[in-house]
């Protein structure tokens, strides 16, 4: 896993803007963040990344299992 379970207790937030992710960089970023490494994460900058539909869908899954409270993906020049 990216991130271990409890190693950031206290981040609130995380920015990645401007990583190119791409999907699978995002579905081993959500995959992640699933596993709650970090309780306290409310907000995660994805914004101008290579995020495509799929990589979207995986990441509104793991907001809709409450791994993430809020996601900024503006400009991410997402394509399908």
């Known amino acids: 896993a990216v991130l271990r379970v409890a190693a950031c207790p206290s981040l609130s937030w995380l920015d990645l803007a401007g990583n190119y992710l ?4 995002v ?4 995959a992640a963040l699933l596993q709650r490494p970090c309780p306290a994460l409310a907000t995660l900058d994805l914004e101008d990344n290579a995020i495509t539909a799929e990589g979207a869908f995986l990441l509104a ?7 993430l409270a809020g996601l900024t993906v503006s400009s991410s020049s997402s394509s399908s």
């Open 61 to 67: 899954e793991a907001m809709g299992r409450g791994a």
């Open 22 to 25: 791409y999907t699978e960089g």
């Open 27 to 30: 579905a081993i970023l959500s």
